[in-house]
RNA sequence: GGGCUUGUAGCUCAGGUGGUUAGAGCGCUACACUGAUAAUGUAGAGGUCCGUGGUUCGAGUCCACGCAGGCCCA
């Protein structure tokens, strides 16, 4: 069998698509996990997508990374199952299956019945999974998608209800309240998608108050008081645009870091002495300059300037813990409420600013997010009232008015929601209202009206109320120090991407809001009583089963609605028309909630083996998983909830090591949008860029976890430079050893020991590749392993391998040292093969295939997904001769640069060039590597220059990192001393070791390791340097080398006529020259054994008329020559 | 507004623990080479290392404050 040979340039895409179909055939995705069978379990869990939109060139970039390490895994051994999945549920579709319909959520249950809605949803949600299918398969994502997990299965929901009843019998199930948007008007709580609808922003100008907050006085406000020159009252400032929250204030928050200072001044409106606390940058805005040199003391009511003082500074962590009178108490006619106690504090809020205010915030944790968020975290507790039915809730009711309790304002509309006439002269806003009210009171230091903007419904158009609205929470915050602690056991890449984003998420987090009121999702398996004291929390199909049983039983309803085999679905509307009866025998509905999709997906390390239902061992062997990937934005999605989840189930992390990779973005740096027509389509890259190029681009170009610059023409770059290189240097490969019909047996190869030097430097490069190359994807770093892979073919195997060694691959019979050359080469191929295949798996297998094609001996592994990456054979790794090769490879580039300078083409032969030694070991060195060098630069020999010649130049270069540990400051001084050094200087410091030198008039003493020496010049040469070393060329031209030079021109010639001729490489010729030019028909007998061997010509005449043929022109010759085909 | 992240040649990117003259590939220009040839070699042009301050004998590198892009969250 011979090695396939290939037409340029090959069609990487036809490699794709061939070797597809070959995998497909061969089933050899189902082989590289079966032939595991038994070995080490390498889990990896696949983050659904969802395919209810066509997949962008992003999710190629993240399915590469995935993988890459699954297949790297596979080739250490490893079964890696990588089952497929689907994330069905979620916004995005109800929002397309919506506009699809042109119908808004307000329609459902209407113009259209949920079921209708959710069986549309149903089908919208696989809509493109054919076309991710295809793309999947043409990426070469090697992924079960026969038997994926589908999140909107009744399995995949019962598992979820599963965990969620192990979450509700832990006590980590609560319903509860969150800050929401909402609309009084329309009655509705608002998701951010519709606040976020254009237009619903407006700008109103409201009534602003900046009140005052007593001060009480104790322990921890004695630095206050200590501070203050008189008896006068202190008053803590905070601003606000919504007055009417004022009566719910329970905290006020300051900034940790921010300067506030006291100020001694009177109150505008009663002209009673006060003290107040602000922050220092903004005293300008409410106290004139001149105010601060009005007398105090002459202040009068009606006075247009306030007089004022400084009395003292302090941070805001000074002012934690302060208490502070309450604004509307129960002594006005304000009600009580749970926890008051605990109310009124100073607190830290890091969403404090000094933008605009007083730097001091006032807080109703009824009334704002923020609000909410940072009186949880201190323990600040909400204004609570119970309603008629004795239920507790905020002091604004679902309608927008205060509650009854509100004492003189109670009733009033906080904001004009029944659109009640607001023209008449006399009338006043609640908020005017209580600007009034506080302004009597002596608690307001300013009020005024303010134009800001503030949201408003999209469909009454009436401001938006922050509200707290029900909720179901699973209580994260219960296990957060475990949270914390087991996510620094995670192996993030980026580091960065754990310790801050999601560090800094577990650091601040707040229990995870289960509830959404939606349609299309898991509902929450949780039935209630009317009144809310009886509960059950459904954990299984069989379980709801008995409690229909029991319903029915007691006459709550007729029949079971839960459908059976194919028609069990427990999606809305079906689990809404179950009834259930509690222990007492009330009847319980089920709470309408449905659940956070990214419940769902967090879920899926159980819920996709149907656990805990079944299927308990598959689980604990599939947990927790050694990899996952997803993009950066799922740091709080999905990331988070597999580690939460992982946390409260099992105690356990989810996954071990996690990348988090970047987005994709257009070659401009911007973001790719349909809209912005700079979308890369995926299925358009792959087929005219093929899967390989596409993949190693994404991954050589950039880290995965930076964003990516997508430009088409890198990846023709990577297509040109790097997959062009490795394909030119297997075809080389083919084309000689199919010519000497030699084939790779391990078995037969030449020992390493008995190969040239050039072959055991490329194995040493071959096997610290192995090494550097395992070394990237142990540690989840493809770039790095891409990198070094491409840098070895291109630049050591290629570049210096192939081109120093290719006479040895053409030159005569099959001999030991030949056959050596194709041994290495071989497995240098080999092995690149292995190494690219994680990254370009198909060309990998491609070149796998072939350099299997011609193997007679041994086990022939059916793919190159199926071995066994190889172990790096240390023992060949020879340090002295990769640093002996490079010293090679500088001399020839010197060399080269050399010729470049005095003209003298490679082609003209030269007798010798001079390199200056320093010492023994390089001279070794280099007289190892002396034959590649003349080889490839074409002199006769190198000769070397040490000290006794007497002609070296010497010069010397300070060791500034030395010296600098050693003077410090005195290094300048030194330094210029040594630039200065004499020839005879450097010399005694190389004879002795030491130098005393004088600079500035203090004495220093320099030792060898202080400089380095090197050589510089020859005189009366040319010379070129780089670093150390220095080269120096003969230009001399002796009649013989002039001679060899026209040979080799004649050589050239030939070798070109007869390729131009379309001889074949093993073609023997006879060549006929005209005889016109004496010193050529000199040179050409002086060189014709030379010539003959080289052209592989049997004949080489002269003639004084060579008719018919051509004629070669070079330097100054014009030679009729006539060639033909021997055929002997 | 906050957290994280990026910023080095026209483009894409390297530049452990600070060391004086900042590199590579591509692209560009010139020359050379030619049985791997849509390859290769040599040379050249091309830099405010985002900015400003600071620490230091010395800063692309360390610190502070900014600017610009990106992601996430308010």
Not at 484 to 508: M, Q, V, Y
Not at 802 to 819: I, N, P, Q
Not at 874 to 893: G, V
Request: aromatic residues 10%; charged residues 25%; glycine residues 6%.
């Amino acid at each position: 069998m011979k090695y396939p040979e290939f037409k340029q340039p090959l069609n990487y895409a036809q490699v794709g698509t061939d070797i597809l179909k070959w995998w497909q055939e061969n089933g050899i995705f189902e082989k590289s996990v079966s032939s595991r069978e038994g070995q080490p379990t390498f889990v990896f869990y696949e983050g659904p997508p969802s395919a209810n939109g066509a997949p962008g060139i992003h999710h190629v970039m993240a399915r590469t990374v995935k993988d890459i390490f699954c297949r790297y895994q596979t080739l250490l051994g490893k079964q890696v199952p990588r089952k497929g999945g689907w994330d069905t549920h979620g916004l995005p579709i109800e929002l397309q299956v919506e506009k699809e319909l042109g119908i808004t959520k307000e329609d459902i249950g209407k113009k259209i019945s949920i079921e209708d809605y959710n069986q549309r949803c149903r089908e919208t949600v696989m809509r493109f999974k054919a076309q991710w299918d295809d793309l999947t398969q043409k990426m070469g994502y090697w992924v079960d998608l026969d038997d994926p997990y589908i999140t909107f299965k009744p399995e995949y929901i019962e598992s979820c209800w599963a965990l969620l009843k192990k979450l509700y019998d832990k006590g980590l199930l609560y319903k509860g309240y969150t800050i929401q948007p909402y609309s009084p008007a329309a009655g509705t709580g608002l998701s951010s998608h519709e606040l976020n609808q254009p237009g619903t922003y407006h700008d109103v100008k409201d009534t602003t108050i900046v009140a005052q907050f007593k001060v009480t006085r104790e322990e921890a406000s004695e630095k206050l008081f200590a501070a203050a020159t008189d008896e006068a009252p202190v008053y803590i400032m905070a601003w606000t645009t919504t007055p009417w929250t004022l009566a719910a204030n329970t905290g006020l928050a300051v900034g940790k870091n921010i300067r506030y200072v006291l100020v001694r001044t009177f109150n505008p409106y009663t002209h009673a002495p006060i003290h107040v606390v602000l922050a220092k940058d903004l005293v300008s805005r409410y106290f004139s300059e001149k105010g601060a040199t009005t007398s105090l003391e002459e202040y009068q009511a009606g006075d247009k300037v306030l007089p004022w003082r400084l009395e003292g500074e302090f941070v805001g962590s000074d002012l934690v813990g302060i208490h502070y009178e309450r604004l509307f108490g129960q002594d006005q006619g304000f009600p009580a409420f749970e926890g008051e106690e605990r109310a009124f504090r100073v607190i830290v809020g890091d969403f404090v600013t000094t933008e605009d205010g007083t730097g001091i915030v006032h807080i109703s944790p009824t009334f704002g997010a923020d609000d909410f968020r940072a009186a949880q975290l201190a323990d600040i507790p909400a204004l609570l009232v119970p309603d008629a039915d004795g239920k507790l809730g905020p002091i604004v009711d679902r309608t927008g008015r205060y509650v009854p309790q509100m004492g003189e304002f109670g009733g009033r509309w906080v904001k004009n929601y029944d659109g009640h006439d607001q023209s008449g002269a006399d009338y006043k806003t609640l908020d005017e209202s209580i600007a009034i009210k506080m302004r009597k009171a002596g608690t307001a230091f300013k009020t005024e009206k303010y134009e800001h903007t503030y949201p408003h419904c999209w469909r009454t158009d009436k401001p938006v109320l922050y509200y707290p609205l029900d909720s179901w929470f699973i209580k994260t915050t219960a296990v957060k120090d475990r949270l914390i602690e087991l996510n620094k056991t995670i192996n993030w890449k980026p580091e960065s991407t754990g310790t801050g984003r999601f560090g800094n998420w577990l650091e601040n987090l707040v229990d995870w809001n289960l509830s959404r009121s939606r349609y299309w999702g898991t509902p929450l398996p949780i039935w209630r009583t009317q009144d809310g004291t009886e509960e059950i929390c459904i954990g299984s199909i069989a379980e709801l089963k008995v409690e229909i049983e029991k319903a029915i039983a007691a006459e709550i309803m007729t029949h079971s609605p839960l459908g059976e085999g194919d028609k069990l679905d427990l999606h809305r509307p079906y689990v809404d028309d179950i009834f259930l009866v509690s222990p007492s025998g009330q009847p319980m509905y089920r709470e309408t909630d449905l659940i956070d999709v990214w419940f769902d997906s967090g879920a899926m390390p159980y819920a996709q083996w149907h656990y805990p239902i079944e299927n308990a061992e598959k689980f604990q062997k599939n947990f927790p998983a050694d990899y996952i990937a997803e993009g950066v934005d799922q740091t709080r999605g999905w990331f988070f909830t597999l580690h939460a989840l992982a946390v409260m189930l099992e105690d356990s992390v989810a996954y071990k090591n996690v990348i988090a990779n970047g987005l994709v973005l257009d070659k401009n740096g911007e973001k790719m949008s349909k809209s912005k027509g700079n979308a890369v389509d995926p299925f358009a890259t792959l087929a005219q860029f093929g899967p390989d190029a596409t993949r190693w681009y994404m991954i050589v170009n950039a880290p995965p976890w930076d964003n990516l610059k997508f430009d088409p023409t890198g990846v023709t770059e990577v297509q040109r430079r790097f997959f062009g290189t490795l394909f030119n240097t297997y075809s080389f490969y083919a084309l000689y050893a199919n010519l000497d019909e030699y084939s790779y047996d391990a078995a037969s190869a030449v020992p390493a020991a008995e190969r040239s030097e050039l072959d055991r430097w490329v194995l040493s490069k071959l096997q610290s590749l192995l090494l550097e190359v395992r070394g990237h994807y142990d540690s989840y770093d493809p770039t790095k392993a891409a990198r070094a892979i491409q840098d070895f073919v291109t630049d050591q195997l290629s570049n210096w391998y192939v081109r120093l060694s290719r006479r040895r691959f053409w030159k005569g019979e099959l001999t030991a040292d030949k056959r050596a050359a194709f041994d290495t080469l071989y497995e240098c191929l080999y092995a690149v093969g292995q190494l690219m295949a994680p990254i370009a798996p198909f060309f990998a297998e491609w070149l796998y295939q072939n350099l299997m094609e011609a193997q007679t001996t041994g086990e022939k592994v059916e793919s190159v997904h199926l071995t066994l990456l190889q172990e790096a054979r240390t023992e060949l790794i020879d340090a002295a001769l990769e640093e002996r090769m490079e010293l090679a490879q500088r001399i020839s580039s010197l060399t080269h640069s050399l010729r470049k300078k005095s003209v003298l083409k490679v082609r003209q032969p030269l007798q010798r060039i001079l390199v200056p030694v320093l010492n023994e070991s390089t001279r070794e060195q280099v007289g190892k590597v002396e034959d590649l060098i003349c080889a490839e630069v074409n002199v006769k020999h190198v000769e070397f220059l040490d000290d006794t010649s007497g002609v070296l130049v010497k010069s010397v270069k300070p060791n500034f990192k030395r010296l600098g540990q050693q003077y410090g400051p005195k290094l300048k001084v030194v330094g210029a001393r040594i630039q200065q050094m004499t020839p005879e200087e450097i010399t005694q410091l190389e004879k002795l070791g030491s130098l005393s030198v004088e600079a500035e008039g203090e004495a220093y003493t320099l030792t060898t390791d202080d400089v380095e020496i090197r050589t510089q010049d020859l005189p009366g040469w040319l010379v070129a340097t780089d670093g150390p070393l220095t080269v120096a060329l003969d230009v001399t031209l002796t009649e013989e080398l002039r001679q060899e030079g026209v040979a080799r021109e004649l050589v050239n010639r030939l070798q070109n006529l007869r390729k131009d001729s379309g001889l074949e490489v093993q073609d023997k010729i006879r060549v006929t020259l005209g005889n016109q030019q004496p010193e050529l028909t000199a040179a050409v007998q002086s060189f014709g054994d030379y010539i003959r061997t080289e052209t592989q010509a049997l004949a080489l005449d002269f003639a004084a008329d060579v008719n018919g043929g051509a004629v070669l022109e070079f330097d100054d010759y014009n030679v009729p020559v006539r060639l033909e085909v021997a055929t002997s």
